[in-house]
């Protein structure tokens, strides 16, 4: 297939991109490196450096397009808060621009990165797609919004969209020279702030909150590895069929928590790993697992790293050739 990734300079969308150049496919990368690395794209991938507010240029009914995999986003739930109207442009107004060039161009498929951050506070745990949506923040709001826009697309206009519910994205792909690992600034993510730390680029890493109601007190998070979550993005583009819009959770169904996180960086870094407890954050819920279950049934997804050791292992490997 000829496939538009949007945002194949960030994290996770140079990860999927090179997953599918692997499986034959041609991939035109649409990112304008706003928060991406030149470095992560795929020299066999097409760049094309432009806001996906100018899809339409790229995304035209001569360029004979089969699917979109929409990864570009501002995703921090903190600045959402602050900068909201940032958000909507992006998120919401940016997206829409997109959906109408692909809709414009006869475009089949389109696969979007969601969050759990859509369904905020849950009700109950592991997560179920069909739980309650009340986002905590802008950034679960845009990405809940666009959500509801791709289920009118695939009923008034027959696309076939899948949206990837991530939860928790960790590791590293580490493969034939290449390495792919996180680097958001500012880092707010876990693992590379205990990296960071290991690392003796950071003082100490903050726990918010150790009263919380779960083994150990900290917050419980579920964690996927990039490569399986990549993976997932293969199997989903099978998947999309003309007029439905599946839903699908992608994490480990297992959770761990803050200092089990701490302990396994210490335990991959060999480092002291100085920490401090800090008062517990707004809207932080104690325990966020995903119910992959669908995915796995319906997907037949199933992840092959789902240990911390794996996940921390890997992404200090990129950690150590790239960033220290
Ligand atoms: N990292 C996670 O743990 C996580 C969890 C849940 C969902 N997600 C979703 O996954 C997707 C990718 O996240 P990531 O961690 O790889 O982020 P990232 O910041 O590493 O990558 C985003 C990429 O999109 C590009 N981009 C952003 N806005 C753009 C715009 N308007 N026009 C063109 N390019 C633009 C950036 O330059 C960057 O290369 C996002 O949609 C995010 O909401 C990530």
Redesign the pocket.
């Known amino acids: 297939m000829k496939l538009l990734v949007?945002?194949?300079?960030?994290?996770?969308?140079?990860?999927v991109t090179r997953l599918l150049l692997d499986a034959g496919h041609e991939v035109v990368v649409?990112?304008?490196?706003?928060?991406?690395?030149a470095v992560?794209l795929a020299p066999e991938a097409t760049h094309v450096n432009?806001?996906?507010?100018?899809a339409a240029t790229v995304l035209t009914p001569e360029a004979g397009f089969d699917g979109v995999l929409?990864?570009?986003?501002?995703?921090q739930a903190g600045e959402s808060m602050v900068k909201p109207e940032k958000y909507w442009e992006?998120?919401v107004v940016?997206s829409l621009r997109l959906l109408e060039a692909a809709r414009a161009a006869g475009v089949r498929k389109f696969i979007?990165?969601?969050?759990?951050?859509v369904y905020g506070n849950p009700a109950e745990v592991p997560i179920p797609e069909d739980a309650a949506k009340q986002p905590t923040n802008t950034?679960g709001a845009t990405?809940l919004a666009f959500d509801m826009a791709l289920t009118s697309e695939t009923f008034a206009h027959r696309l076939g969209a899948v949206s990837?519910?991530?939860?928790?994205?960790?590791g590293a792909y580490l493969r034939d020279g290449v390495a792919i690992g996180?680097?958001?600034d500012p880092e707010t993510?876990i693992i590379p702030i205990a990296l960071q730390v290991a690392a003796g680029k950071r003082d100490k890493l903050q726990l918010f909150g150790d009263d919380y109601p779960t083994p150990d007190g900290t917050c419980v998070r579920d964690y996927?590895h990039?490569e399986d979550l990549a993976r997932a993005h293969l199997l989903a583009l099978d998947a999309a069929v003309p007029g439905e819009h599946k839903i699908f959770n992608l994490g480990n169904g297992t959770g761990f928590s803050n200092r089990e996180i701490v302990d396994a960086a210490r335990e991959v870094t060999g480092a002291e790993l100085p920490v401090e407890v800090a008062p517990r954050r707004d809207g932080d819920p104690a325990i966020l697992v995903a119910s992959s279950q669908r995915a796995r049934d319906e997907l037949g997804w199933v992840p092959q790293k789902a240990t911390l050791a794996d996940m921390i292992g890997d992404a200090w490997a990129f950690y150590r050739s790239h960033v220290a």
């Open positions: 949007t945002g194949g300079a960030g994290y996770i969308g140079s990860v649409l990112d304008d490196l706003r928060t991406g690395h992560a432009a806001p996906i507010h100018e929409h990864f570009a986003s501002l995703i992006v998120n940016g979007f990165s969601s969050t759990a951050a950034y990405k990837l519910r991530y939860f928790n994205v960790a996180e680097r958001h993510h996927i990039v």
